[in-house]
């Protein structure tokens, strides 16, 4: 079973910065797909950002590409998504999701583990 611990969330302004960390324990890390979503209030868990176990694929959703970088330390068992030029309309619960087979999916369904989540606010 592996279990996904997320951290760094906070409250930002319009054009900050944030970097998010996701630690990973149990399993075996590298194999692990590891991928960002985020939720509003009133809104469906939506993809970010995901990166393939030995990080040398990433795929981004169009809304963040060019803003954020998702990146992983297979050495530290930790994925991480630097967030820039942060937007109101990035305000969201931020879950880190992980699945065990290669696919870098869009679709929240197909992650087998989650974390409980962080909070990221961005004032206008």
């Known amino acids: 079973q592996v279990q996904l611990v997320e951290s760094g969330g906070g409250l930002v302004q319009a054009g900050g910065s944030l970097r998010l960390s996701c630690a990973a324990s149990?399993?075996?890390?590298?194999?692990?797909?590891l991928a960002w979503f985020r939720q509003a209030p009133g809104q469906e868990r939506e993809f970010a950002a995901a990166i393939s176990g030995s990080g040398d694929v990433a795929n981004y959703a169009g809304s963040v590409k060019g803003r954020f970088t998702i990146s992983r330390d297979n050495a530290k068992n930790t994925v991480y998504l630097q967030m820039n030029s942060l937007k109101p309309e990035d305000t969201a619960v931020y879950y880190c999701?992980?699945?065990?087979?290669?696919?870098?999916?869009?679709?929240?369904?197909?992650?087998?583990?989650w974390g409980q989540g962080t909070q990221v606010t961005v004032s206008s």
């Open positions: 149990g399993g075996t890390f590298s194999s692990i797909t």
């Open positions: 999701g992980g699945r065990t087979d290669s696919t870098l999916g869009l679709s929240a369904r197909g992650y087998d583990y």
